[in-house]
């Protein structure tokens, strides 16, 4: 199966700082999504993205498939940005490969 | 508000004891997914159904089995629950290809 690798594993933030967390995958993907997930377990969909850029308020996510890897970037983050983040990928029409996450902790 | 509701959010159980997941969706959404997560992991594939039509991870297992009576609903059965079956089951939707969307999520534990 598809590969996927989450960098960094673990991201302290101070509120208002910006980051960004990436996801590698192995092989040539036609479904790529990241997830929120937030501390009560849900996961919450930000973004279906196999390919480009898209924005969402202060969250924004760029893929460029010919590389085999996406960026999800938070700006001017809040406590409420904590949670662990998950790139999410797949080559078919069902299965999704997960990384396995960048837990995030947002500081007041 | 379109949306995958699970029931219960939170199912104890003891050793052996068969126990029970549902799952529901608003979406009429003909794919439903249901995963195992286990604490700090991410989450794993059991199995999914496109329409009537059930598909089966190899590396699911045998202890685990899945109904889709109907376009809406989705019942996970674990007919005899281990200690190490203890995690949050998650139910996803989607279109064919498209964005899944989760379910809050049921976590169970087994005494």
């Known amino acids: 199966g598809i590969q996927v690798e989450q960098s960094p594993p673990d991201l302290i933030l101070q509120e208002g700082a910006n980051s960004t967390l990436r996801c590698n995958f192995s092989?040539?993907?036609?479904?790529l999504q990241w997830f929120h997930q937030n501390p009560w377990g849900q996961l919450i969909n930000l973004f279906y993205i196999p390919s480009g850029t898209k924005q969402n308020g202060r969250l924004s996510a760029t893929t460029v498939a010919t590389e085999r890897y996406s960026l999800l970037y938070i700006s001017s983050s809040q406590t409420t940005d904590s949670g662990v983040y998950f790139c999410a990928v797949g080559s078919n029409d069902y299965k999704l490969s997960f990384g396995a996450g960048t837990t995030v902790t947002v500081r007041a | 508000d379109a949306m995958v509701i699970q029931n219960p959010r939170y199912q104890v159980t003891q050793f052996g004891k068969p126990v029970t997941l549902s799952c529901s969706q608003t979406l009429n959404h003909n794919v439903m997914y249901w995963y195992q997560q286990k604490s700090s992991q991410a989450p794993k594939l059991l199995f999914h159904y496109y329409d009537k039509d059930f598909n089966n991870e190899a590396d699911t297992p045998d202890n685990f089995q899945s109904r889709r009576p109907n376009t809406s609903f989705c019942f996970l059965d674990i007919r005899s629950p281990g200690l190490g079956d203890a995690a949050m089951y998650l139910c996803a939707t989607s279109r064919v290809g498209g964005t899944q969307y989760f379910g809050p999520g049921t976590r169970l534990l087994v005494l």
């Open positions: 092989d040539s993907v036609n479904n």
